[in-house]
Each structure stands twice: as structure tokens, then as C-alpha cells.
């Protein structure tokens, strides 16, 4: 199975700021990649897909980027509302594997 | 409204079984892949199976062998058959739908409709 290597594993960020998070697969998955949000007690939501695609309704201030093996989340302003934890997932080949997911928290 | 709204969960021994539903509405089961996903207390989120339109099947290996993906047309109604359930096994569950525009090429959308989830406890 392919192994999906997120980083960082936790962040404390400031409103404002800009986060990135990146995950890396360990073999070629060309952008075949999806980034999730999940709050506590709720479902995950998703954010991109095809690695750099956002979903329908999703703010702007959300982006994705990479191919092949290495990829990045990026939240260019972080809002009150985004603090949670991101997971990535490859749909490249079954199984899918996610990463192991990064939580945001209030600096 | 586009919703999934799963079922089943409770608490179960080890070795028993259970059989989770996910009952959809605003769009059509059988014409979508399916997924299941589940997380367990204070861990990540783990894939565990899909179901294509076409009526293939994936697992994880951690539940293959045990756990069945099928799906009801006539409910419109995704089903996980968890048997010889383990501790390890202990979760919610999510059932989501793999958005997926079949063409020429088939182009995949993420898992754009997720469930509620239900939970499922193994223990003695």
C-alpha cells in the first residue's frame, strides 16, 4: 500500500497567518490527491481534489499544489473557522491511504 | 437535498457482527462508487472499502475477508457487513460518496458527501 507521510503532525498559527502543510507519497501517485478538513465531532470535509482543484464552495483562501510525490495545503490568510485538522488521501490505487493528519491550533 | 445519513452502529463482542446501512437521498446509490471510512478514538481517518457502479469491490487489508460492501437499488442504501469484528475494529464509521464523472476518461471529484457516521464498539 502506498504510505502518505503528512508534516507537520500539529501547528499553532495566529489569525492572519499562512499555513502550509505538505504530505508526501511514498511512490508516484501523479495528482491524484485530495486534501480533507475535519472539526471534532464532525465528518470530514472535503477541500481539493486532483491535488490543486477546489471544491465547489470552498473559500479561495484554500490552494493545493504538487504531483507525483510530494505535495502541499496551503491556507494563504488562516480564519477563526479553520482551525481543525487536515488530512490528505490518495485515490491513486486501492487501498486509498490517508495521511496521517495535521491538527491547526490557536497560537 | 444531497444527504447520507448511516445506521447500525452499537455496541458488539468481539467475534460478532453488524451490519451498517447509509441510506442516500437527492442522488442515485448504484449510479456512484461508494466508499466507507472510519476513524478510531483519537486517530486518523482509515479508507476501508468502495463500491463501484459496476458492482466491484475494495478493501482494506486490515478488513478484507471479513467486512462486505454491497449496496441495496431499490433503498438506495450502501451496507457494510462487518464480521469477526476485533477490538481494533472499534470506530465511527463514515460512508461517503466517491463523486466520480464517468466518461472517456472517468474523472474523480474527491469524496464530496460524507455521512453523519455511525459508531461501533467491540468489546467484552
Known amino acids: 500500500a502506498i504510505q502518505m507521510t503528512q508534516s507537520p503532525s500539529s501547528l499553532s498559527a495566529s489569525v492572519g497567518d499562512r499555513v502550509t502543510i505538505t504530505c508526501r507519497a511514498s511512490?508516484?501517485?501523479?495528482?491524484?490527491l485530495g486534501w480533507y478538513q475535519q472539526k471534532p465531532g464532525k465528518a470530514p470535509k472535503l477541500l481539493i481534489y486532483?491535488?490543486?482543484s477546489l471544491q465547489s464552495g470552498v473559500p479561495s483562501r484554500f490552494s493545493g499544489s504538487g504531483s507525483g510525490t510530494d505535495f502541499t495545503l496551503t491556507i494563504s490568510s488562516l480564519q477563526p473557522e479553520d482551525f481543525a485538522t487536515y488530512y490528505c488521501?490518495?485515490?491513486?490505487?486501492?487501498?486509498?491511504?490517508f495521511g496521517g493528519g495535521t491538527k491547526v491550533e490557536i497560537k | 437535498e444531497v444527504q447520507l445519513v448511516e445506521s447500525g452502529g452499537g455496541l458488539i463482542q468481539p467475534g460478532g457482527s453488524l451490519r451498517l446501512s447509509c441510506a442516500a437521498s437527492g442522488f442515485t446509490v448504484s449510479s456512484n462508487y461508494m466508499s466507507w471510512v472510519r476513524q478510531a478514538p483519537g486517530k486518523g481517518l482509515e479508507w476501508v472499502s468502495v463500491?463501484?457502479?459496476?458492482?466491484?469491490?475494495y478493501y482494506a487489508d486490515s478488513v478484507k475477508g471479513r467486512f462486505t460492501i454491497s449496496r441495496d437499488n431499490s433503498k438506495n442504501t450502501l451496507y457494510l457487513q462487518m464480521n469477526s469484528l476485533r477490538a481494533e475494529d472499534t470506530a465511527v464509521y463514515y460512508c461517503?460518496?466517491?463523486?466520480?464523472?464517468?466518461?472517456?476518461?472517468?474523472?474523480?471529484?474527491?469524496?464530496?458527501?460524507w455521512g453523519q457516521g455511525t459508531t461501533v464498539t467491540v468489546s467484552s
Open positions: 486532483a491535488a490543486s
Open positions: 511512490q508516484g501517485i501523479r495528482n491524484d
Open positions: 488521501l490518495q485515490d491513486y490505487n486501492y487501498p486509498h491511504t
Open positions: 463500491i463501484y457502479s459496476g458492482g466491484s469491490t
Open positions: 461517503a460518496r466517491d463523486h466520480t464523472i464517468f466518461g472517456v476518461v472517468d474523472y474523480y471529484y474527491g469524496m464530496d458527501v
